[in-house]
């Protein structure tokens, strides 16, 4: 059993195109998480959604919207692709989040979708 | 600005030997930091973590000490294993920040057989 799966596992479009990733976990888990891993290797938090609730949203731009329609799945629309969008983008999930001070919850990640925007 | 630094993008060990990975970081607030583990083509799998009132916490072949004063942590991995030959991630995290995870740049180990 897959605990946090993506799809799709890769992703090959055109500049300007709009796509979507779905990310779903069965876990049970309270909180799901976005991140990029980009070209130099760097994996950073886009967003972060406890109960279908927004809690972290980074510095990332508004073509970027997530979407959560129930705790199990957390979905990332892109309008309008450009060439930087290119990246690995992680789903991952914890149980609350990290929303009690002084630790976090682990996060299980799944396995990743290749965005390369042509 | 980097606030979680690993400097070395690369270590290779033979099997049987010992792994040291480490891991500096600049923000005092950080409380709570953690390994990751990442084979190609996959998400990042959870390997161990540790508190910052603590400065070592052990996992059968892995351990992790801190040094808080340094701002420096290491993952100890005894014996290395060719199985362990991935890329390892430090992250880190503090309390009030609601799970937001800084990362470094990863470490990739290669064990020798």
């Known amino acids: 059993d897959t605990a946090v799966s993506q799809t799709p596992k890769y992703l090959v479009t055109q500049m300007g195109n709009d796509k979507s990733i779905k990310c779903e976990q069965n876990?049970?888990?309270?909180?799901m998480y976005w991140y990029k891993q980009d070209s130099k290797k760097f994996l950073k938090i886009m967003f972060s959604?406890?109960?279908?609730?927004?809690?972290i949203n980074e510095t990332v731009p508004n073509r970027f919207s997530p979407k959560s329609p129930d705790k199990a799945h957390l979905n990332l629309h892109i309008n309008s692709l450009e060439l930087g969008d290119s990246a690995v983008y992680f789903c991952?999930?914890?149980?609350?989040?990290?929303?009690?001070?002084?630790?976090?919850?682990?996060?299980?990640f799944g396995p990743g979708t290749r965005l390369t925007v042509l | 600005d980097q606030q979680v630094k690993q400097n070395s993008p690369s270590l290779s060990v033979q099997e049987g030997r010992i792994s040291i990975l480490n891991c500096d970081y600049t923000?005092?607030?950080?409380?709570?930091f953690l390994w990751y583990k990442k084979y190609p083509a996959e998400g990042p799998t959870f390997l161990i973590s540790?508190?910052?009132?603590?400065d070592k916490n052990e996992d059968g072949r892995f351990t992790v000490f801190l040094n808080k004063s340094a701002k420096h942590l290491s993952l100890h991995i005894v014996p290395s294993q060719p199985g362990d030959s991935a890329v390892y991630f430090c992250?880190?995290?503090?309390?009030?920040?609601?799970?937001?995870?800084?990362f470094g740049k990863g470490t990739k180990l290669s064990v020798k057989p």
């Open positions: 991952a999930s914890s149980k609350q989040g990290g929303l009690t001070s002084g630790g976090t919850d682990t996060q299980y």
């Open positions: 876990l049970g888990h309270d909180t």
């Open positions: 959604y406890n109960n279908k609730e927004l809690i």
């Open positions: 923000n005092s607030m950080f409380d709570y």
């Open positions: 540790i508190s910052s009132i603590k």
């Open positions: 992250a880190a995290n503090y309390g009030g920040s609601q799970g937001n995870l800084i």
